[in-house]
Structure formats: C-alpha cells, structure tokens
C-alpha cells in the first residue's frame, strides 16, 4: 500500500513540474511581439499616416493613401471586392499578394476579412490604393496562422501586416 501511495505522489510531483515549464512558443515570440509593437509606437509618432479606429472598436489601424480613386460608392460590410494586394511582415518579408500582371485581383466578402483589414476595405472606393498597417489584435493575433496541416506558421504570432491594397471592383450579386 506504501509503494501505492508513493507512486502517486510521484505521479503528481510529475504532472505539476511539468506543467509549470516554460512555454517555449509564447517565449520563441516575446522579442517578435516587441518589435511589432515598436512598429505600431512609431507609427502613433508619423503624421503622414491616419489612424483609424477599427469597426469592433478593439485598436487602430494606420493608412497612408497611395492613389486616390475616382469611385464614389461606399464599400459596406456585407460587401464582396475584388481588390490587387501584397501582404508584408515589419521585415518586408512577402507573406501573400495579387499584383498584376501574373494574377487576377482577389475576391474578398469584406465580413470574412479580419478586422483591421475589413475596416480599411470598408472606407475605401473603387481605385483607391492604400497602405495599410494592420496591428497584430487586428489582424491574427497571439495566435497566428498556421498553414493547412498545422505544421508551420504562415502568419506568426503577434504579426504586425503592412498591406499595399489597390480596390478593383464591388462585386454585384
């Protein structure tokens, strides 16, 4: 009964020593998050961006406009666009984009969007071509994106995105 009693003991000494390691992927990211957030402090600083509130009111986003389009039509949430883009970590690492002239532009429904990107879609007009500075609580957040088998990261955790986005169209249902 006394080996019984000790093995338990020395089961749950185990479990508890375990789990208070360090967790390696939160701590693989602590520089990472800092130098997205030094991004975003500097870009509170730089008068030749706009902050823009996000529509969930959960952060900002920060827009320079590149081209100014001739539309008129508002983009609303419930929306689909077509629009050429280029997606960019802080290092300028291309993570995704649909620039001519080897791509057709991207269909997006606005509301499957993440938040700071729908917001930026969602003040633009057909021709307009923005650069976008999404913060990571506005974009995939502490959790990042991982590609489809959950192997690697596509987006790290705590990603500051830079997106040059160029609206092409408001697509009619």
Known sequence: MKSYKTG?????CAIIFLSCGKDDETEDYAAWKVENE????D????????????F????SIFYKVLTKGEGTEQIYYTDKVK???TGTFIDGTVFDQSEPPYNAPAQFSVSATADGFGTA????VVGDRWEI???YELGYGSSGQKD????YYVIPPYSTLKFEVEVVEIVKE
């Open 8 to 12: 338990i003991w020395a089961l749950l």
């Open 38 to 41: 030094e991004v975003i402090f």
């Open 43 to 54: 870009l509170l600083k730089n008068t030749s961006y706009t902050r823009l509130e996000s």
């Open 56 to 59: 969930s009111k959960a952060g």
């Open 83 to 85: 629009v050429y883009y």
């Open 121 to 124: 879609l969602q003040h633009m």
């Open 133 to 135: 500075w999404v913060p």
């Open 148 to 151: 489809a088998t959950g192997s």
